[in-house]
């Protein structure tokens, strides 16, 4: 997909925290965000909220990517596991692979990397395709 | 909770996305939002990671006003099912009351609520307390 | 429901592990199990795969009552908090209430009762509806 | 690691469920298990419990092998992702790989694959780690 492409598909949420696409393919997305003063927690370190919504906005175009003409998606459920704290300031990459596009549902697991490439948290979601004649 | 203690327990990223929070005791936090246009998602209504931030910033206020001094505490993981969209404009409440409330792990229930009551979202997520010793 | 009923859902599984529900209808299942040497875990208590598997029992079978004719459900995810271990020995309770009925998924919730009535374990679960059409 | 010392890990539960364990390191655990008729749902296929237990045995049989002496460890949480179902009279092959291992808490995922290779089941789930001071 070219950059107009994938910033296309990025809703206007993650656009307002700083989110940008750098690549997507039907089976794979990824992202980046630097990390903003305002993004913190009160450790002082990227909000676990922030972490998901970034993690989030991948899966969200991942699912949208999919669809085909007159479908729709929407997100049923995301897990987060929280392993290491990103740093303002860092530049965190987010990537989403397919685990598994049925016809029904799309899984969708999103590692989030610190800026010295550890995992700093990892997202798995279910995404429920909808059609237009419900 | 005073409005001012309230205040101070909130961190920058939700105060940013315009959080407020308008109760809180150590079993109970209550918070609203108003849903603002860049909060949406793809489909015009708010961004399911905008849900998980805002029950997010909840769940850690919680955790934070049971710790003792010299605590910390960290969200291990979080579990979000998504239920009903919550429109552009509708001021969201977000409840979040206590699952467990341990020595080491406090579990937290956070239900997600539309204008009209009924819920959007509901969240459970785990926070480890750890103690400056370590 | 009638306790023939009741033994009517309960699928081989649970059955053969010792599950009995005791009270259905369409909003809430109760059931209960005795736990036994065999069910037990390196430390000695409930293994946690039979705790999710009781509580299994429980949400899947609450989806069946609530099938119309020419129906399945398939559980799509399933999310598991432990809080204490239930000794062997003891009777547990399990009772899961319907947390969202919608007309493509449910959700339920199945709380996992020690026999002081303290939580061993919460259990949240998206259960897809599916018609014989597909 | 030995068979033998395969044999010592697994708790008694997966025992009776029919679970093996053919392999074990630090990093990885893998098992197998052969699908009964008393594994059933009721749409004749593995029980959703019994895919989650049989995952469970391993997560939480590699989190064993990672103690040092005086440690026990718990699970705190456990997530599955259902994908497709296994038939009964195949042989179900789990494989459970630490996503992180740190010095409180362990993760692990294990995927849960059909006899043709295929996944039906992903499971993550976090342990915690006690040492006896508690």
Known sequence: MTPEELDAILPDFPKSMGVTLTHGSPECIVGTLT?????????????????MAFADALGG?????????????TTLESKTNFIRPIAIGETATA?????HRGRRTTIWQTTVLREDGKPAAIVIQTQMTLSAAG
Do not use: K, W
């Open 35 to 51: 990390v903003q003063p305002h993004h913190a927690n009160r450790n002082g370190v990227m909000h676990g909220g922030a972490i």
């Open 61 to 73: 175009s991942a699912a949208a990517v999919n669809l085909e003409d007159g479908q729709t998606t």
């Open 95 to 99: 990537r989403c692979e397919a685990l």
